[in-house]
């Protein structure tokens, strides 16, 4: 009985048991790997496991030359393996601290052995195009490329040679770097910081933007402007986006394990979606939210805005363009104006999504004017002209490129009555708007007389009634920018807003002042602009109305510039905030600017959204611009 018993109880014991498992658990097992859970995947502990190999922890170089030359796996699975395997050698080694020389080469080798099984197995990579385990290596060979560039990044920036762009030789390593896709200029600067975009992350974006490909997505942080670069009216970005890619020698498979030489190729992935890597072309890798994001948060605007309105110290004084990224002559450029107390953070949303909109970002840039918004009108709308011409001048001085043609404007409250100030025909209708003395003052001694006659014989004080008079006119004379051909206006108070005229804001304007420094930009003919202040107090001898005076609906200037005529080639767009859908929209507010005054006749389009003044920042608002900049790539010829 005793036998019969131990009998069943042995054919009892089962050599395979199952179970099931959940769908989470299952997609972590075929996955999971060293990179994102800090173990083997399955696929890699499967190949140690046919080839007898229990544990490569222990004796980790033992263990990858076993695996180099053990049959009975395909080459794919052991390349898979072995940029696993050197992998979470890698990690280990940052871990641990090791020398710059022992790291590196560990990133090296895993980025060889992934671009070994990735290029130069029997399979193309389109042939695996659908396989888990290609996406994995493929990972495996952004991630140590970033890992390898971050770490040369700091070796480059204490070795002159490098930097003069010869080999650099380490750890038995020849490293040549190009960068011929950056487009930078002879004598650019080392970066400051070189930051794996992956490591950022960001409040107040909605979206990171980025493309799946090949090589690591990194933001360079370049060194702040030298004092020569000052007297230019704009901003190159200091933190363009790049990414990365590593070359292996060899042309064999053989050849590509056994040789020690490698390319750092360095790419602008706004002008390149593509570069060679082996015998195929591959999708770059990009990341185009983080270089943005991170430029708005040291920028500091927030607080140097403010500083601006109120006159004070560290304010600016003059406008400045603000590029996105490196200057494109062959990509059609957007022009942002943001409003009253505000700056290029206004457009924290709107930018980045039009960026992250593959077929605006392929077909435009963005600028984004920073201006003191303390200023008159009539004195920025000339300052942002001329900022706007020089900068177009100095990229395209023919005026042939598409970067100077059919521009864009997009304006947000006070940016936007400055943004029709630019597409408008002046006529004579703006010099009515200076006070009456100031008129009287400026009226021709003689209109009958010849101007050569009139110059031999005036006094002097006709004289400089005439030069004032000149000096005068590019701030009430002016032509639409030639270059522009569509305007978006968003919550624009074309007409003034009674709220500039409330108590609370005639209390701020009394604290708005000009500085010495702007006011010396216009020089003597500041007093010429003199009018009572937003008390009905009577200027003083250098008092000229500051904007939050302009935008009074009473006040003369708004009301002349609301009339003014718009080119004929603009075509322009109005985006309307409505804080009260009870209300009629002729009776509607974005709390405010009202509808009356943010309404235009004639525009191609107008959309009023449920918003207060900050529509530019709704959803919808976003889609509204996307839609007009794409529709106007279609009229483009």
């Known amino acids: ?62 263990c990858r030359g076993a695996l180099g030359i053990s049959g009975g796996i395909s080459e794919e699975q052991r390349l898979s393996a072995l940029a696993e395997l050197w992998l979470e050698n890698a990690l280990a080694a940052d871990k641990a601290l090791a020398t710059d020389e022992i790291v590196l080469d560990a990133w090296l080798e895993t980025a060889r052995h992934a671009y070994a099984y990735l290029f130069f197995t029997a399979r193309r990579p389109g042939e695996r195009a659908f396989e888990d385990r290609q996406t994995q290596v493929r990972d495996y060979y952004n991630y140590a490329v970033q890992q390898t560039v971050t770490l040369l990044f700091k070796v480059y920036s204490r070795t002159p040679a490098a930097q003069r762009g010869e080999t650099l030789a380490l750890g038995g390593w020849r490293i040549d770097s190009h960068a011929d896709d950056l487009a930078l200029p002879p004598d650019a600067p080392m970066p400051d910081e070189l930051l794996p975009a992956s490591s950022l992350r960001f409040t107040g974006l909605r979206n990171t933007y980025r493309r799946d490909g090949f090589g690591a997505e990194l933001v360079a942080v370049l060194p702040q402007p030298r004092d020569a670069d000052a007297a230019r009216p704009f901003d190159a970005t200091r933190f363009p986006a790049i990414t990365a890619l590593l070359r292996f020698e060899g042309d064999t498979l053989p050849d590509v394990l056994a040789g020690r030489a490698v390319q750092l190729m360095l790419y602008d992935p706004y002008r390149s979606a593509q570069a060679p890597l082996a015998a195929e072309r591959v999708p770059l890798a990009a990341n185009f939210t983080a270089g943005y994001g991170l430029w708005l948060a040291r920028a500091g605007f927030a607080t140097q805005s403010l500083r601006t309105l109120f006159g004070l110290s560290d304010g600016i004084v003059r406008p400045r363009i603000q590029l996105m990224q490196p200057y494109d002559p062959d990509r059609r450029t957007i022009v942002m104006l943001h409003g009253l107390a505000s700056s290029p953070e206004a457009w924290i949303n709107v930018a980045n999504e039009v960026l992250g909109d593959e077929l605006l970002r392929q077909n435009y840039q963005i600028w984004q004017v920073y201006y003191p918004s303390n200023a ?25 490129a598409k970067a100077s043609r059919d521009m864009v404007l997009v304006g947000h409250s006070m940016g ?51 030069e004032a008079r000149e000096r005068l006119a590019p701030y009430f004379s002016f032509e639409p920018l030639p270059q522009v051909s569509e305007a978006v206006f968003i919550a624009a108070p074309h007409r003034g807003t009674p709220f500039a005229g409330s108590r609370l804001a005639r209390r701020i304007a009394n604290f708005v002042t000009l500085p ?4 010396e930009q216009v020089g003597d003919v500041t007093g010429l602009f003199g009018r009572p202040g937003p008390d009905g107090q009577e200027p003083g001898p250098q008092r000229i109305p500051n904007s939050i005076d302009n935008l009074r609906d009473t006040d003369p200037f708004v009301q002349a510039a609301a009339a003014l005529p718009i080119g004929p080639r603009v075509r322009y767009h109005s985006i309307i905030g409505q804080a009260d859908a009870t209300l009629p929209l002729a009776d509607g507010s974005d709390g405010i600017v009202p509808y009356a005054s943010a309404h235009l006749a004639g525009a191609a389009s107008e959309r009023v959204l449920p918003s207060e003044h900050s529509v530019q920042e709704h959803p919808l608002a976003i889609l509204e611009i996307r839609r007009i900049l794409r529709d106007a790539l279609v009229r483009a010829p």
């Open 376 to 400: 008159p009108l009539a004195f920025n709308q000339k300052a942002i002209r001329d900022v706007l011409l020089q900068t177009l001048a100095h990229f395209d001085p023919g005026g042939r």
């Open 416 to 466: 936007g009555v400055l943004a029709r100030l630019l597409v408008s025909s002046s006529g004579d209708g703006l010099w009515a708007t200076l006070p009456a003395a100031a008129r009287a003052a400026l009226s021709a001694p003689d209109a009958g007389e010849k101007q050569d006659a009139r110059e031999r014989h005036e006094t002097s004080e006709a004289r400089a009634v005439r």
């Open 1 to 62: 009985m005793s036998a019969w018993l131990a009998l069943v109880l042995l054919a009892g014991c089962a050599g395979v048991t199952v179970s099931s498992v959940s769908p989470a658990k299952y997609l972590a097992e075929r996955r999971g790997d060293v990179l994102t859970t800090g173990r083997l995947s399955e696929t890699a502990q499967e190949v140690l496991r046919v080839v007898g190999i229990a544990d490569c922890r222990e004796r980790p170089v033992a």
């Open 516 to 519: 010495l420094a702007m006011l």
